[in-house]
């Protein structure tokens, strides 16, 4: 074999790996992002839904946040304008989210058959007044 | 002031305009006063662009809260090393500060550059002109630094707390330098398709930006991933968020352009390919700024979501379009002078190194782009997160771990195969040896142990290369060991500078694996009561909270928890982890609380507390702590590869050669002296 006929051998091993690890990645990792009348649309439309983890991004439903520090559990609602349902999380929640004004969260978990929804992560993008713009400043909980 | 600012803004725009029409115009081919004013306009323009910068740092320093840029990020109780670096906390200071900046690295190219290519000098203007005078033209319709209130806020909002750290203040700038130093050889690519250079000869003006960006933009990731962990306290250093991402990307093919570039050089081959990876490149950087600007993919960073990005996104796409189209008109003539001779040849490990680079900055591009793409093709978001760019990062970082090492053992061109044994000896032996020491010691994790013993092995080849040039040193010349490897580092300072930067790469490998060892606990402890820990190391940590005090500060309250610390029942200090509110001139309440992480740190483990408030206002409190194995080497990485890499660009040394490739007949003698090694 010629080295160039090699080394194009060599390059489309490499190019196929990178394309299968992509693919695959995306395939069993991958997470529906959902507003939550999306959510609502498709548990209805496939119950086995529920059982699916999943992304949403919606607004806290100001007043509804319910904290119990002894237990690091935090109970609250969230909106996207249509649909509203409860979230519960059991964890440290970041210093962004807060009761003072209306926030952005993205909570990751499973919608539950009860209509609760079971976060194991909330993120919370800082909404307040003051965020004229913050470089590159977030807030992380995991 | 602001009115001498906004003046100064539109003589850089005109400035950077006329360099970019008459520079590509070509008029200036016949016309030398043409070609002069083209080059001159540079210095115009760095003039101009810094009489703006003083103007609104002036307004920043004098607390001029009338200036809507001013009111928004400063207070009159911010410390002032903050009111000085809030210069680039917004974007309308961040446009600026990179129009600054690219004006003064225009101005720099140009006064630099040798004279022999003096001919490409009025396009290099013309592009640096132009960039800079499209960054004026977003500050001019769209985010005016200048910008003046209606009326005067008694005090200003404050800076973000976030953004109070002393990593954060020289963090964006970093990159910024990194992303803006990039614009120099995309600048001369441009100029040398333009004025059909395609010759080697050009790479030579461009070698001390390119490291230089790099390097630049190698310190901007890692103090954002030491601010990142320092300060957000989520425990760690790298998400790959989208914001990270982008800073990656142009990293990544940056990293691949050093490396074949030095294959353009000795053997004029890849002249297409290192052009596309320049522009690529280059829109990478614009691309990455589009991205956290325009709020099309959602990261918990978060920007100010403004017409700004669109502009970005017209930019990028006029200028790959014509980059694109410019080296495809030009790609004829630029044939690669030789050809692949064997798959045992550097030149080949460079390729595949090249590849590698190249695919993990598209599979990070796609699962970062990831949202965007399925919402357009399925009409609905899937997102991708860690375990996507882990999942394919891993292996593929691996290889790339495993070409460093493969790389400087092969000689260009080819190689026989008693010379690989040769050569491949110490090293893998290196490799062999840790993975042994390693399992011995109970390691178990497949990935960290091929990692660890692929770290031992680059080492092992660095260690060799070092050795060996060292050696013939010392026999050809008589010299000590120490004063034969200071003039072999001296004599290739490229070279050996680059080795070092391997080794800083191996150290950021090894850090990553401690990651896999990460050991977290949530607690609540009230003062007194204890929090027991086992590190993967097998110490029992305790931690016993000292309960919560409550002080003010320059322009916060402060809400800080102490914990005492044992490690297997001896004490070992205190650490203290702070909620702080932060306050304006008036005691009002500016931004929401914010946390401060207590670490602390050793070569071994890092010990990381994060107070996450306390109960019902007592002294019971909530915290997070965790153990993270080896973070320490992250930084000590960071500091080795910036070593390398100064090292590598430092001027002064051998000097190129004028032909802007070396003969045959020289890459010949390197094998012959190994050959004489071996004798």
């Known amino acids: 074999m010629k080295p160039r006929t090699k080394f194009l051998v060599g390059a489309t091993i490499i190019v196929a790996s990178v394309t299968f690890l992509i693919v695959s990645g995306i395939k069993e990792t991958g997470t529906y992002f959902l507003t939550p009348t999306e959510l609502a649309q498709r548990t209805e439309a496939d119950p086995t839904f529920y059982d699916v983890g999943i992304k949403v991004g919606a607004r806290v439903v100001p007043g509804s946040i319910r904290r119990d520090d002894a237990a690091r559990r935090v109970d609250f609602e969230v909106t996207d304008g249509q649909h509203r349902f409860p979230v519960t999380y059991v964890g440290l929640v970041p210093d962004t989210f807060t009761d003072a004004n209306e926030i952005e969260v993205i909570v990751e978990g499973k919608m539950g058959r009860d209509g609760v929804f079971r976060a194991t992560e909330v993120l919370a993008k800082c909404g307040s007044r003051y965020e004229a713009e913050l470089r590159d400043a977030d807030v992380k909980s995991s | 002031?602001?009115?001498?600012?906004?003046?100064?803004?539109?003589?850089?725009?005109?400035?950077?305009?006329?360099?970019?029409?008459?520079?590509?115009?070509?008029?200036?081919?016949?016309?030398?006063?043409?070609?002069?004013?083209?080059?001159?306009?540079?210095?115009?323009?760095?003039?101009?662009?810094?009489?703006?910068?003083?103007?609104?740092?002036?307004?920043?320093?004098?607390?001029?809260?009338?200036?809507?840029?001013?009111?928004?990020?400063?207070?009159?109780?911010?410390?002032?090393?903050?009111?000085?670096?809030?210069?680039?906390?917004?974007?309308?200071?961040?446009?600026?500060?990179?129009?600054?900046?690219?004006?003064?690295?225009?101005?720099?190219?140009?006064?630099?550059?040798?004279?022999?290519?003096?001919?490409?000098?009025?396009?290099?203007?013309?592009?640096?002109?132009?960039?800079?005078?499209?960054?004026?033209?977003?500050?001019?319709?769209?985010?005016?630094?200048?910008?003046?209130?209606?009326?005067?806020?008694?005090?200003?909002?404050?800076?973000?707390?976030?953004?109070?750290?002393?990593?954060?203040?020289?963090?964006?700038?970093?990159?910024?330098?990194?992303?803006?130093?990039?614009?120099?050889?995309?600048?001369?690519?441009?100029?040398?398709?333009?004025?059909?250079?395609?010759?080697?000869?050009?790479?030579?003006?461009?070698?001390?930006?390119?490291?230089?960006?790099?390097?630049?933009?190698?310190?901007?990731?890692?103090?954002?991933?030491?601010?990142?962990?320092?300060?957000?306290?989520?425990g760690g250093y790298w998400a790959w968020d989208p914001v990270e991402n982008a800073s990656l990307l142009p990293w990544l093919t940056m990293t691949a352009f050093l490396h074949s570039v030095m294959i353009q050089e000795k053997r004029g081959m890849l002249k297409r390919w290192n052009l596309s990876l320049i522009v690529a490149t280059f829109l990478l950087s614009i691309f990455g700024t589009f991205i956290t600007r325009s709020g099309v993919i959602a990261s918990v960073h978060s920007f100010t979501q403004s017409s700004v990005g669109y502009f970005f996104l017209v930019f990028l796409l006029a200028v790959g379009i014509a980059s694109f189209a410019l080296l495809y008109l030009r790609w004829p003539a630029l044939e690669p002078e030789s050809n692949l001779e064997s798959l045992a040849s550097r030149e080949a490990a460079f390729l595949f190194n090249n590849l590698v680079l190249v695919g993990i900055a598209f599979s990070v591009l796609w699962g970062t782009l990831f949202p965007i793409l399925s919402e357009w093709v399925r009409g609905v978001k899937v997102t991708v997160g860690p375990p996507f760019f882990n999942r394919v990062n891993i292996p593929l970082g691996l290889l790339l771990l495993a070409l460093t090492g493969i790389g400087p053992l092969i000689a260009w061109r080819k190689t026989s195969p008693a010379n690989l044994r040769r050569q491949f000896l110490v090293p893998s032996a290196a490799g062999l040896v840790t993975g042994l020491v390693l399992g011995a010691l109970g390691l178990r994790d497949p990935w960290v142990l091929v990692a660890l013993v692929l770290a031992g092995f680059v080492l092992g080849t660095v260690a060799q290369e070092f050795w060996r040039g060292t050696r013939a040193r010392m026999r050809m010349y008589g010299e000590s060991a120490l004063l034969g490897v200071v003039r072999l580092v001296n004599r290739n300072r490229r070279r050996y500078g680059g080795y070092l930067v391997h080794v800083g790469i191996l150290v950021y490998f090894v850090a990553f694996t401690g990651m896999a060892f990460k050991v977290t606990r949530e607690v609540t402890l009230s003062p007194g009561e204890t929090a027991t820990i086992e590190s993967p190391y097998g110490h029992t940590y305790t931690f016993t909270s000292l309960g919560v005090s409550q002080y003010a500060a320059l322009n916060r309250i402060v809400s800080a928890a102490t914990l005492e610390v044992q490690k297997d029942g001896t004490k070992i200090g205190v650490i203290k982890s702070e909620k702080r509110q932060h306050v304006d001139s008036f005691g009002q309440k500016t931004f929401e609380p914010s946390t401060e992480v207590g670490i602390r740190s050793d070569l071994r483990e890092d010990l990381y507390v994060v107070y996450a408030g306390s109960i019902g206002g007592t002294e019971r409190a909530n915290f997070a702590i965790s153990i993270n194995p080896l973070v320490w080497w992250v930084w000590a990485g960071g500091v080795i590869l910036v070593m390398g890499g100064l090292l590598a660009m430092w001027p002064g040394g051998r000097a190129a050669t004028p032909t802007g490739r070396r003969t045959e007949a020289q890459a010949g003698f390197e094998t012959q002296l190994v050959g004489a090694e071996a004798g």
């Open chain 2, 1 to 234: 002031m602001t009115l001498l600012g906004q003046f100064a803004l539109w003589i850089g725009f005109f400035t950077g305009v006329w360099a970019a029409v008459v520079g590509f115009s070509g008029r200036w081919h016949t016309q030398p006063g043409l070609a002069a004013s083209t080059v001159r306009s540079a210095y115009a323009l760095a003039a101009a662009m810094v009489v703006a910068a003083l103007a609104l740092w002036k307004g920043l320093i004098s607390h001029d809260f009338n200036i809507e840029y001013v009111a928004a990020y400063t207070s009159a109780n911010l410390p002032t090393a903050y009111v000085f670096t809030a210069f680039w906390a917004g974007q309308k200071g961040s446009l600026l500060f990179w129009a600054v900046v690219l004006a003064l690295f225009g101005m720099l190219a140009q006064l630099t550059t040798s004279r022999r290519h003096q001919d490409l000098m009025p396009y290099v203007a013309a592009v640096t002109g132009g960039v800079t005078a499209f960054f004026i033209a977003t500050m001019l319709f769209s985010a005016n630094p200048f910008e003046r209130l209606p009326f005067t806020p008694p005090d200003g909002r404050g800076l973000n707390p976030q953004l109070q750290n002393p990593g954060m203040v020289i963090h964006p700038p970093m990159l910024y330098l990194g992303y803006i130093g990039i614009t120099v050889p995309f600048a001369f690519a441009i100029a040398a398709l333009m004025r059909r250079r395609l010759d080697t000869g050009w790479i030579h003006a461009i070698r001390k930006w390119t490291i230089l960006s790099w390097l630049f933009l190698s310190v901007g990731i890692t103090l954002g991933m030491w601010w990142a962990y320092v300060e957000l306290g989520w």
